[in-house]
């Protein structure tokens, strides 16, 4: 069964620390992408990536950044963890088009940083 | 920015009824996708209707695309308490990007309550 893998499923962090926010994904996808989730806010783009060290900003960058060295493996960084940065974490990949493909989402990550 | 805007917000009924979500978006897109999330989960994808197609089926579910009216539906038939779960749509855009594309904006969602 193919699938997208996010490293934890809750985490809690300090304000000030340095989060990393792992996914892999095992399909050979060329795209990957990370989201947030927030109440009444839907799914905001992150960042995302085309290829390997490949990386493009989202609508909601700041205070952000990823890292794909390798093409199955997509991290975002949290440079200096801040309450307003607690949210669910959505990891997802595909294949590029055409044809077009849906994604393909990990099971998230909720991170609440005290 | 959102582009997919779902309606409604909530929505309750019973155990073999017919469940209908609605999704309006602003721009011109390539394609639109609905997805599924369960509580606290991640998304699953549904269905994919390209611009040019007006309805598609896939089992109990079935899509229709308006983009002269820039608007989507989602019906689902005889529905389940196993289809309770929040529904978003997502916005491909008319543009793809050399080398990548198919960057989605999603809506956000319709929250669905199948009760026995």
């Known amino acids: 069964d193919v699938k997208v893998t996010q490293s934890s499923r809750y985490l809690v962090k300090r304000t000030g620390e340095k989060v990393f926010l792992e996914c892999v994904q095992d399909?050979?996808?060329?795209?990957m992408f990370w989201y947030r989730q927030d109440p009444g806010l839907g799914l905001r783009l992150i960042y995302f990536s085309y290829d390997v060290k490949m990386k493009e900003k989202g609508d909601i960058p700041e205070g952000y950044s990823v890292s794909r060295e390798k093409k199955e493996r997509f991290s975002l960084i949290l440079e200096s963890a801040s309450t307003n940065q607690t949210s669910m974490y959505l990891c997802?990949?595909?294949?590029?088009?055409?044809?077009?493909?849906?994604?393909?989402f990990g099971s998230g990550t909720r991170l609440t940083v005290v | 920015s959102q582009q997919g805007e779902e309606d409604p917000q909530a929505l309750s009924i019973q155990e073999g009824e017919n469940a209908t979500m609605n999704c309006s978006y602003k721009t011109s897109i390539n394609n639109l996708q609905w997805y599924r999330q369960n509580s606290g989960r991640g998304l699953v994808h549904l269905i994919l209707?390209?611009?040019?197609?007006r309805e598609k089926h896939s089992g109990r579910l079935r899509v229709t695309l308006d983009t002269s009216k820039k608007s989507s539906s989602l019906l689902i038939t005889a529905s389940r308490a196993a289809d309770t779960a929040s529904y978003f749509c997502?916005?491909?855009?008319?543009?793809?990007?050399?080398?990548?594309?198919?960057?989605?904006?999603f809506g956000t969602g319709t929250q669905l309550k199948v009760e026995l």
């Open positions: 997502a916005t491909d855009p008319t543009i793809i990007l050399t080398g990548g594309g198919n960057k989605l904006t």
């Open positions: 997802a990949s595909s294949l590029p088009p055409p044809p077009n493909y849906g994604y393909t």
């Open positions: 399909m050979d996808h060329e795209n």
């Open positions: 209707i390209r611009s040019n197609e």
